[in-house]
């Protein structure tokens, strides 16, 4: 699932992703739904960890006068974007974009955390995916009485080993684990799961081909162009991932609430 890029200048082929309104298979309804649960409990700080362009921090904040929020990630053109997008909207006063990583972060703590499909930003850059540390560091980083909204994947059933050999490239079982057991671990972490979603498969085919569409109809209109080879093979790749796992990988939107 993660962002692959294209050389845009001189003509060439749009970044994949270009158009979308979420990084991540997340509709208009339900992000409105998650907006007013979150504006309900009135934050005044806001954090979103690895939030690219920080769509659903700018709703956050519109939702809730006043409310002041940081977003930080690794990906310089998506803050500015997002630094864009809060002139835009009026929001640029209540909302500072950070170019940094999440690991060990001082940013917090804040009254709502965001880290939707960005646990990694929490990680060790040279360790594994590890969701105990993920949800320890997002318990580390709301303030009592707060809320996180956690999206993460889950295996909405055990692969096999055929069909891993289909996903992503190195793909283990151990990449993910299934629903249940990551409520269960956000338990363990000091959360009580106020909220337990998960994207719809429309929303996801929305998302993976609204990630290629812009790629895949520059693609159509310069068969001949110099790039033209290497991004078909980019776009073909990506989206062979994709339905390796369309019925294997799940999202959940998980809000969560910190104990005591």
Same mark, same amino acid.
């Given at each position: ?75 310089? /053109?998506?803050? @500015?974007?997002? &630094?864009?997008?809060?002139? =835009?909207?009026?929001?640029? +006063?209540?909302? #500072?974009?950070? %170019? ?85 671990? /956000?338990?363990? @972490?000091?959360? &009580?799961?106020?909220?337990? =979603?998960?994207?719809?498969? +429309?929303?996801? #085919?929305?998302? %993976? ?52």
């Amino acid at each position: 699932m993660a962002a692959d890029t294209a050389d845009d200048s001189a003509g060439g082929p749009p970044p994949f992703g270009a158009g979308l309104t979420f990084h991540g298979p997340l509709s208009e309804a339900r992000a409105d739904a998650m907006i007013a649960r979150l504006a309900a409990a009135s934050p005044a700080t806001v954090l979103d960890i690895g939030c690219g362009w920080g769509e659903l921090l700018l709703r956050v904040l519109a939702a809730v006068p006043g409310a002041k929020g940081l977003g930080i990630d690794i990906n310089g /053109a998506d803050l @500015a974007l997002g &630094r864009q997008l809060a002139v =835009e909207r009026r929001l640029s +006063e209540r909302v #500072e974009y950070v %170019e940094e990583s999440g690991h060990g972060t001082t940013r917090g703590p804040a009254d709502t955390v965001l880290c939707l499909g960005s646990g990694q930003a929490l990680c060790d850059p040279d360790g594994p995916y590890d969701l105990v540390t993920i949800l320890r560091e997002l318990r580390r980083l709301v303030r009592p009485g707060g809320r996180v909204l956690l999206g993460e994947g889950f295996w909405q059933r055990i692969p096999t080993d055929a069909e891993l050999a289909r996903l992503w490239p190195g793909a283990r079982v151990e990449d993910h684990t299934t629903l249940d057991v990551l409520v269960d671990l /956000a338990i363990e @972490a000091g959360f &009580r799961p106020a909220w337990i =979603e998960t994207a719809s498969p +429309e929303e996801w #085919e929305a998302f %993976e081909s609204g990630y290629r569409q812009a790629t895949e109809l520059w693609l159509a209109a310069h068969p001949e162009h110099p790039l033209a080879a290497e991004t078909r093979a980019r776009v073909d790749r990506q989206r062979g991932h994709w339905l390796g796992y369309r019925d294997l990988l799940g999202i959940a939107y998980l809000t969560l609430v910190p104990v005591g």
